[in-house]
């Protein structure tokens, strides 16, 4: 627990399942106010929040947006001030991929990869930006990276070129904004049981593959990522700007070479 972060107002972005929900469950522990933000599942956000409120948390709120469009984030941003009156952490979370081969992949698929991964991390970043140079606010910007924002990912290259982008664009405004006490971070989560890769895990072949890529020999939780972003938005974390936390079981260590080969 982090005591600094009673009290304090928290935006997640696709917050009705996997990561993010065990990011605003997490944030609600921590007794800050938080912002769920779907798209396309009320009732996931819904149950999210009921269980933030049941457990005793100070506030939880959904709002429906598409964090690929400027008035989706907009709305967002509302949610956080009509209900709370202010905002502290703004988590961009929301993301997707799409799996084919490069030379197959359609311009519409790259497209809808890069504005949600990529683009929904500019737009969010933006308007917390926006509002914490308004306040002068030392507010605090977490970007849902990945490994595959350092280890290329044959037919998921939309999927991998977003998440490149969302290192360096996080690495150039912890810069830009250090001055103003705006600390921007990002996490490279490993294999992570969500429903991202609910079909993939289903498959035992595909599951023991996976695992056999992870040095800790085990699939991470949501809950693992989500004690990496609440130590990121506290001041435990206060000299911390410009970094990829990776929670990935060691998946970054280049585990072909784990037995000693090569
Ligand atoms: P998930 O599919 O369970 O959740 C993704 C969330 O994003 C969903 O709630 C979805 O509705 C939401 N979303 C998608 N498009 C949206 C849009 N346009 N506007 C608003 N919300 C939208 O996946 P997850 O595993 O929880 O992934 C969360 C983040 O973590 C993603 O950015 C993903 O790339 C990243 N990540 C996940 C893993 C993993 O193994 N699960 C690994 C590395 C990175």
Known sequence: MYADLNGKVAVITGGSKGIGNAI????GQEHMKVVINYNSDPEGAQKVADAILDQGGQGAVTVQ????????????LDAALTNFGDLDVWVNNAGMEIKAPT???TLADWN????????GVFLGSKAALAYFKAHKKPGNIINMSSV???IPWPTFASYAAAKGAVKLFTQTIAMEYAKDGIRVNGIGPGAINTPIN????????QYDQ????????????????????????????????GITLFIDGGMTLYPAFKDGQG
Do not use: C
Request: charged share 20%; hydrophobic share 45%; proline share 3%.
């Open 148 to 150: 595959h924002e350092q």
């Open 198 to 205: 609910a079909d993939k895990f289903a498959d035992q072949a």
């Open 24 to 27: 605003a469950q997490r944030f």
């Open 65 to 76: 947006a598409d964090v690929a469009t400027e008035a989706g984030v907009q709305a967002i």
């Open 112 to 119: 809808k990869v890069i504005s949600i991964n990529e683009t």
């Open 103 to 105: 030379h197959e992949l």
């Open 210 to 241: 996976t695992v056999a890529m992870v040095p800790m020999n085990r699939i991470g939780k949501p809950e693992e990522v989500a004690a990496g972003a609440a130590w990121l938005a506290s001041s435990e974390s206060s000299y911390v700007t």
